[in-house]
């Protein structure tokens, strides 16, 4: 059990080395044929206890930043934000448990097609699994357009199988070799899996490139993202991440904006990030009147972040509000995947106890319109806040309504100085391939990028983080429906 625990231990570490912002992404090829090799040495209570020990240590060095957003954001204690990000951990590692239980049950490392099975399982297990940040190692590959080209034929559960199969057979030829076995057909065939992944990603790269070489002014958007930094306030008292310590507000944001006109007066549209504070959505607030003579004078629209509050509901929405060229209120599109535990309690009409846990969540309401906004005189802007970017199935409904590109407004800064933001953004990047939608993420803090509907960052694109950044790039609006988009997760 000794090395068994040890091989966990080190596909773990090889998961950790891969995972965005890890030194060595492409490890994601590999990292999982450790754990393979260790469960096929033990049975169903042993390949429970390591798989849940696998699921743990990778969800813990993932995503502990989650505890400064349990402190910060619903401002808990430092020990029970620990607390509850453990058990968010936990929970994590249960479809890890499950696929070691499977595979100590089945004893699939001696079956005919347990390799098959165990790849189908695992891959299953991770889509299916309701999760709070729905990532895993396929993620570390989101800097590699090339490998990731198929998202558009399967999404991410696809991908999750082409790279769960070039693990696993990774891990049944090392136990062929230990076997004294012939280990030559799986190694074709993982080489066969990694050609088809390239040759793939080769294809649809040249079909896209040449697309964009040929696109007309009609067929490019140019959004101006503005990244103010803004300090978060806790309990009443602002908090600074990076060296710049000034104390910035919506007047900071309005200064920016202006120069963001001067410099990209050709802008189709202008877009704050979600912000510490949401606006109120009173449209006496000075600010407003800041915002719509810019835009009046500029001739060019706004995308503000601001909430409004609904006295029946007793609650707040979370919008993104359209400032038109006319200096109007546009269409307002309203939040509708909410942050779980920070915009809303989940569970709290049959738990009221929870918000004797989590007495400083917020009490927002998630909208149910799928609305458009619109960009360059068409309603194709898919705005998206924060959290929601992770989620498909949502913007399948907006791009089967006309979408053609999405805007996240996001603010990280919750999360301190980690690498919260970087993951989100990988995350994030891939919704660009399934859908092929470009996408621009403007965020409070840092991380924002430009990403066109090849998956590909657009160089220069990535802000800085805790800094202050004006930027703008062309995304190129491919106007296409995906497989994928056709068949949803037909292929789980």
Same mark, same amino acid.
Request: proline share 7%; charged share 15%.
């Given at each position: ?6 091989l ?8 950790i ?13 590999v990292?999982?044929a ?5 469960l ?9 206890l390591?798989?849940l020990?696998?699921?743990? %240590?990778?969800? !813990?060095?993932? =995503?502990?930043w @989650?505890?400064?957003?349990?402190y +910060?954001?619903?401002? *808990?204690s430092? $020990? /029970?934000s620990?607390?509850?990000t ?35 399982a ?5 889509a ?19 490998l990731?080209? %198929?998202l558009? !034929?399967?999404? =991410?559960?696809? @991908?999750?199988?082409?790279?769960? +199969?070039?693990?696993? *057979?990774?891990? $049944? /030829?090392?136990l ?13 065939a ?21 697309e ?9 958007v ?6 103010p ?8 008292v602002?908090?600074?991440f ?17 120069d ?11 877009v704050?990030?979600?912000l ?15 915002v ?8 060019i ?13 007793r609650?707040?929405y ?14 307002r ?5 909410l ?33 458009l ?5 068409k ?40 690498d ?24 409070n ?5 430009f ?19 004006v930027?703008?790039?062309?995304l ?9 988009f ?7």
């Amino acid at each position: 059990m000794t090395i068994s625990l040890l091989l966990t231990l080190l596909s773990a570490g090889l998961f950790i080395l891969s995972f965005p912002e890890g030194p060595l992404p492409l490890l994601a090829f590999v990292c999982l044929a450790p754990l393979a090799i260790a469960l096929s040495r033990v049975g169903p209570r042993g390949g429970l206890l390591l798989g849940l020990v696998y699921g743990f %240590t990778v969800w !813990l060095a993932s =995503v502990w930043w @989650l505890s400064n957003g349990f402190y +910060l954001y619903v401002e *808990l204690s430092r $020990w /029970a934000s620990w607390l509850w990000t453990v058990v968010g951990c936990l929970v994590g590692a249960l479809p890890y448990g499950a696929f070691g239980l499977l595979f100590g049950l089945s004893r699939w490392a001696q079956r005919p097609y347990g390799l098959l099975r165990a790849t189908l399982a695992l891959t299953v297990l991770l889509a299916w699994y309701p999760l709070l940040f729905p990532g895993s190692h396929v993620h570390a590959l989101y800097n590699y357009p090339l490998l990731v080209q %198929t998202l558009d !034929l399967g999404g =991410v559960p696809g @991908l999750l199988f082409m790279l769960n +199969l070039v693990n696993f *057979l990774a891990a $049944w /030829a090392i136990l062929d070799l230990t076997r004294r076995k012939n280990p030559v057909k799986r190694l074709a065939a993982l080489i066969f899996a990694l050609v088809f992944m390239v040759g793939y990603g080769s294809y649809r790269l040249d079909q896209l490139h040449s697309e964009m070489d040929r696109a007309g002014p009609g067929r490019t958007v140019k959004i101006v993202s503005i990244q103010p930094n803004l300090p978060i306030v806790r309990a009443g008292v602002p908090y600074f991440f990076g060296p710049d310590k000034t104390y910035r507000d919506a007047d900071t944001v309005l200064a920016m904006a202006a120069d963001g006109v001067q410099k990209h007066p050709d802008a189709h549209l202008v877009v704050w990030p979600e912000l510490p504070g949401a606006m109120p959505s009173n449209p006496e607030y000075h600010v407003w009147k800041a915002v719509r003579s810019l835009a009046v004078r500029s001739g060019i629209p706004f995308l503000v972040n601001c909430a409004d509050y609904d006295p029946e509901a007793r609650g707040d929405y979370n919008n993104a509000q359209i400032i038109t060229a006319g200096g109007g209120f546009g269409p307002r599109y309203r939040k509708m995947i909410l942050f779980p535990f920070g915009e809303y309690l989940p569970f709290e009409k049959r738990l009221p106890w929870l918000r004797k846990l989590f007495p400083n969540a917020l009490n927002y309401i998630a909208g149910k319109d799928t609305t458009l906004l619109p960009i360059a005189g068409k309603e194709r802007g898919i705005a998206l806040l924060c959290y929601e970017v992770l989620f498909p199935g949502l913007i399948r409904k907006f791009v089967a309504a006309g979408g053609e590109v999405i805007v996240n407004m996001v603010d990280d800064a919750w999360f301190g100085a980690s690498d919260a933001s970087a993951i989100h953004m990988a995350l994030a990047v891939y919704r660009t391939v399934e859908y092929r939608v470009p996408l621009v993420r403007v965020t409070n803090s840092g991380n924002g990028v430009f990403v066109q509907p090849t998956g590909e960052i657009v160089p220069g694109s990535r802000t800085p983080v805790f800094e202050e950044a004006v930027t703008s790039f062309p995304l190129y609006l491919a106007g296409k429906r995906t497989v994928y988009f056709r068949i949803r997760d037909a292929l789980l």
